[in-house]
């Protein structure tokens, strides 16, 4: 079993919908939570950076984590066609800039 | 100011070969990370280097080394190739003990 499982999708959307994305894990050591959007042939760009439980909002984008489920969740509020890509979220015990323990990312397509 | 930058973009190699890909991390970073990406997967971390040493590893052979120079710059090696070593090998780069990780758009490297 993986520490971070992630649906790959894809997943399909109109534009202007409301894309939810989510993750699940098993270790409960983790404490710091992220995503990351990634386009095709780039490297990952963070989005969202969330510490323990709780709702963090930046935008049209909000982040949701449930420790006590071991549950996260990106929410995409008013997607854009520019919002496609592959969206992963990634993990960490420390907070300290160390090891991130990503999932296998969720390919988002918007479209007109 | 530049970002994470990396060199090669992209590499072609044959099994049994060795291969050094360079990585120059965002200016006031000290702290860099290389991540393999294999197709359809989320980033795996490999290693982290602060101060021109190895900090912390995962899960990956001796043949994936590594070195940091006194401008924080740092390269990967990998010796004596697999076909399983195909990838985008990302580096990301932070100030010491700071979460927030930035990555290089990565090398992509064929090993035939």
């Known amino acids: 079993q993986k520490e971070v499982e992630q649906d790959p999708g894809p997943l399909s959307v109109p534009e202007g919908a409301i894309v939810s994305l989510n993750c699940t894990y098993s270790n409960s050591a983790f404490q710091y939570f992220m995503w990351y959007r990634q386009y095709s042939r780039k490297g990952p760009e963070l989005l969202m950076y969330t510490y323990s439980s709780g709702n963090k909002e930046d935008g049209r984008f909000t982040a949701q984590v449930d420790k006590s489920s071991k549950y996260i969740s990106l929410f995409i509020r008013d997607s854009q066609p520019s919002d496609s890509a592959t969206y992963l979220c990634?993990?960490?015990?420390?907070?300290?800039?160390?090891?991130?323990?990503f999932g296998t990312g969720t390919r988002l397509q918007v479209t007109l | 100011d530049a970002g994470v930058t990396q060199s090669p973009t992209h590499l072609i190699k044959t099994r049994g070969q060795q291969v050094t890909l360079r990585c120059s991390p965002k200016?006031?970073?000290?702290?860099v990370s290389w991540y393999q990406q294999a197709l359809g997967q989320g980033p795996q971390f490999i290693f982290q280097y602060y101060e021109e040493e190895e900090r912390q590893r995962g899960n990956f052979p001796d043949r994936f080394s590594g070195h940091q120079f006194p401008n924080y710059s740092s390269e990967l090696n990998v010796n004596a190739l697999l076909l399983g070593d195909s990838a985008l090998y990302l580096c990301a780069s932070s100030p010491d003990r700071v979460e927030t990780q930035y990555f290089g758009p990565g090398t992509r490297l064929l090993v035939l």
């Open positions: 200016s006031g970073h000290d702290t």
């Open positions: 990634a993990m960490d015990v420390t907070g300290t800039a160390s090891k991130l323990t």
